[in-house]
């Protein structure tokens, strides 16, 4: 199975603050990664796709760049709605594996 | 608009069965794969079954391999996950999720709210 893994596990932001979340892949996934946000009680909302693709509805502050095994997710000037919890998650072979998460928490 | 309601889940014995339920609508069911992801309280996502809208193919995580089994019918536009021998571990809150587009595979843009699963004596 492909692991992912994320860094940091958490970290503590301002709001207006550039925020950068780094996901690793155990082998290459060409660009077959999605980021999702998750509040508590909620289920997850997709934000990017395919490494670098903006979900309809999301707000342009969030950006996807990457390919292979490296990624990041970049919130260029953080907002009070986006303290959550960050996932990534390959889809290039099953099982489709999530990161262990990013929890964004306000400094 | 995509609607996704799962159900069946609660509390249950060590080694027992269960089977979730998720119906969908707001959008042609027979077209899109579809999946499960499990959250354990406090924990991260786990991806755990998905099943091939076209050909029906199915696909598992390991930790669940050879006790849960995926299945769709696409004629009362429902996902189910048939689940056995569980143990403590598959304690979480289950979601349906499907996918992004006809095209695409593993990438969740509707999910639904969300099934307890509590696996306990």
Same mark, same amino acid.
């Given at each position: 199975?492909?692991?992912?893994?994320?860094?940091?596990?958490?970290?503590?932001?301002?709001? /207006?603050?550039?925020? %950068?979340? #780094?996901?690793?892949?155990? +082998?290459?996934?060409?660009?077959?990664?999605?980021?999702? *946000? &998750?509040?508590?009680?909620?289920?997850?909302?997709?934000?990017?796709?395919?490494?670098?693709?903006?979900?309809?509805?999301?707000?342009?502050?969030?950006?996807?760049?990457?390919? /292979?095994?490296?990624? %990041?997710? #970049?919130?260029?000037?953080? +907002?009070?709605?986006?303290?959550?919890?960050?996932?990534? *998650? &390959?889809?290039?072979?099953?099982?489709?594996?999530?990161?262990?998460?990013?929890?964004?928490?306000?400094? | 608009?995509?609607?996704?309601?799962?159900?069946?889940?609660?509390?249950?014995?060590?080694?027992?069965?269960?089977?979730?339920?998720?119906?969908?609508?707001?959008?042609?069911?027979?077209?899109?794969?579809?999946?499960?992801?499990?959250?354990?309280?406090?924990?991260?996502?786990?991806?755990?079954?998905?099943?091939?809208?076209?050909?029906?193919?199915?696909?598992?995580?390991?930790?669940?391999?050879?006790?849960?089994?995926?299945?769709?019918?696409?004629?009362?536009?429902?996902?189910?996950?048939?689940?056995?021998?569980?143990?403590?571990?598959?304690?979480?809150?289950?979601?349906?999720?499907?996918?992004?587009?006809?095209?695409?595979?593993?990438?969740?843009?509707?999910?639904?709210?969300?099934?307890?699963?509590?696996?306990?004596?």
């Amino acid at each position: 199975d492909i692991q992912m893994t994320q860094s940091p596990s958490s970290l503590s932001a301002s709001v /207006g603050d550039r925020v %950068t979340i #780094t996901c690793r892949a155990s +082998q290459s996934i060409s660009n077959y990664l999605n980021w999702y *946000q &998750q509040k508590p009680g909620q289920a997850p909302k997709l934000l990017i796709y395919a490494a670098s693709s903006l979900q309809s509805g999301v707000p342009s502050r969030f950006s996807g760049s990457g390919s /292979g095994t490296d990624f %990041t997710l #970049t919130i260029s000037s953080l +907002q009070p709605e986006d303290f959550a919890t960050y996932y990534c *998650q &390959q889809s290039y072979i099953t099982p489709f594996t999530f990161g262990g998460g990013t929890k964004v928490e306000i400094k | 608009e995509v609607q996704l309601l799962e159900s069946g889940g609660g509390l249950v014995q060590p080694g027992g069965s269960l089977r979730l339920s998720c119906a969908a609508s707001g959008f042609t069911f027979s077209s899109y794969a579809m999946s499960w992801v499990r959250q354990a309280p406090g924990k991260g996502l786990e991806w755990v079954s998905g099943i091939s809208g076209g050909d029906g193919g199915t696909y598992y995580a390991d930790s669940v391999r050879g006790r849960f089994t995926i299945s769709r019918d696409n004629s009362k536009s429902t996902l189910y996950m048939q689940m056995s021998s569980l143990r403590a571990e598959d304690t979480a809150v289950y979601y349906c999720a499907k996918d992004r587009a006809p095209s695409s595979s593993g990438s969740y843009k509707d999910w639904g709210q969300g099934t307890l699963v509590t696996v306990s004596s």
